[in-house]
């Protein structure tokens, strides 16, 4: 294991990271060494990879000093940030930064930045196609990351740029899945403004980082833009109907109407969609099945994610 280049990974125990560490391990060809960074090494998703074969390290992306300790060393370090779990664009972009200049004080070869657009590159604060959040963001889960990218292409080691689309596991875990109505139908409701939604499972966005890494630090600068398919509302509807074994319908959710729903990042999220919606092909172009498989030719499309995992998917 010593002489094999290592790569840390930031997120570990959960969906990207987890699924480049599993990356990582399963290559016959055993190219990388895993390091599992986490802020909680004794949990049951840490233990489950240092029994797997990686090297299980604590850091914390809001203590800069454990980034270096935990990159020292690193020929490669993975960079991803959780969003969901505090819902401060502001926290979000401070815990990049940190880890964009964690990476080039280690010394590392090759940095895989997990982000997204700045959608205030094309709606400025004071276009009024899309709701302005929070005084200063359109969508803050894309905003913050978009305006780390600035910080890792100055402060940063050499950096690829990895774009994911939606998560699949969104209908298992977010409750955007199908919903059995009063009268007993079944509805995929989702506000896509009569356009088409790239999607991948998350288990491939680790298996597209491993691509990247693959590649090598000549691959640094470069945008990759992934998914395993794109679909259109009726057809992921259509789709679930095949594997759910009960009919399933699209409702067209109004933007407005999805904002409205009340749960925590319901009016981020229905800013996403429409920024999706309004933009059209010139989003799509940026997130590609074909680019996607030429970094993991094992890349699912969505009915054979579906087929794996129907079962999970809550229909209340």
Known sequence: MSDR??????????AQGGGLVRAILADPERRFAARAVTRKTDSDKARALAAAGADVVAADADDPASLERAFAGAHGVFVVTNFWEHFSAER???QASAMARATKAAGVKHAVWSTLEDTRLDFPLDDPRLKTLQGKYKVPHFDAKGEADAIFRAEAAPTSY????????????FGQGPRKMVDGSVVLGLPLGGGKLPGIAAEDIGRCAYGIFKRGPEAAGQRFGVAGDVLSGPEY???F????????SFYDMPFDAYRAL??????DMGNMYEHHAILGEAFRRNRSPEVARALNPALQNF??????NASRIPIG
């Open 5 to 14: 280049k290592t790569i840390a990974v930031i997120g570990a125990t959960g």
């Open 237 to 239: 509807a259509a789709a």
């Open 92 to 94: 979000e972009l401070t």
């Open 241 to 248: 109907s095949r594997h759910l074994g009960v009919p399933v």
């Open 303 to 308: 009915d054979t994610w579906l087929r794996a």
């Open 262 to 267: 009340g749960f925590p990042g319901a009016d």
């Open 162 to 173: 990895l774009m994911a689309a939606f998560y699949w596991e969104n209908f298992i875990f």
